[in-house]
């Protein structure tokens, strides 16, 4: 039978080379696939790009309100679909993985996951927290901190007024448009320390 991945980790663990690996290993051998991305089309945009600079395109950007299994439906009356991936699976809402459980017990496709735990605040996002409560598979995907141990928080930097990227602690899960942010994956030690420093004034 097939099944429901979620492949999680920090920010920097590989997630989208992972993806992109396994994209190729499917296509190489004559599968199709196809590449979902939550988010709304202007914002998320298309590119699904590694840090190695490996690049793919989503086949569909979907918005929180598209029923996954009406789209997929659709799409397997014209084509025929061997495996399902989803990047940024974190940004889901939660019916979207309900409805990806449907195609993969219906059509018996495997669908695959990947995404963050956690946001920079330490809290799961929605659709992670839905994954975690139904996939059928969960694999750790492992991120390394400056400091050699595992990364597990999420640091949100944002650039302060000398143009330097500082550690906020602070504001929505989701960065908003036209703040410079990054990100860094850091271990819960690192992060309470950096905490600490920051958010004393
Ligand atoms: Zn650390």
């Known amino acids: 039978m097939a099944k429901l991945y979620y492949k999680f980790g920090a920010m920097k663990c590989g997630k989208t080379r992972d993806l992109i690996k396994t994209w190729y290993n499917y296509n190489e051998k004559g599968f199709n696939l196809i590449i979902i991305k939550p988010g709304d089309d202007k914002k998320a945009g298309e590119n699904i790009q590694s840090r190695a600079h490996e690049e793919l395109k989503a086949d569909y950007v979907v918005p929180a309100d598209v029923n996954l299994y009406d789209l997929i439906a659709k799409h397997m009356i014209d084509y025929n679909l061997h495996a399902i991936l989803v990047d940024e699976a974190q940004f889901l809402a939660p019916h979207q993985v309900d409805e990806l459980a449907d195609i993969v017990d219906n059509f018996n496709i495997p669908v ?10 330490s809290h799961l996002f929605p659709g992670s927290q839905r994954l975690f409560e139904i996939a059928d598979v969960l694999e750790e995907l492992k991120a390394v901190c400056k400091c050699g141990e595992k990364a597990t928080y999420n640091l949100r930097l944002e650039k302060n007024n000398d143009g330097e990227y500082i550690p906020v602690f602070e504001g929505p899960q989701v960065s908003i448009d036209g703040i410079d942010s990054d990100y860094d994956s850091v271990c819960r030690t690192c992060y309470k320390k950096l905490k600490r420093q920051y958010t004393r004034r």
Do not use: S, V
């Open 112 to 121: 695959m996951c990947y995404g963050l735990r956690a946001d920079f605040q």
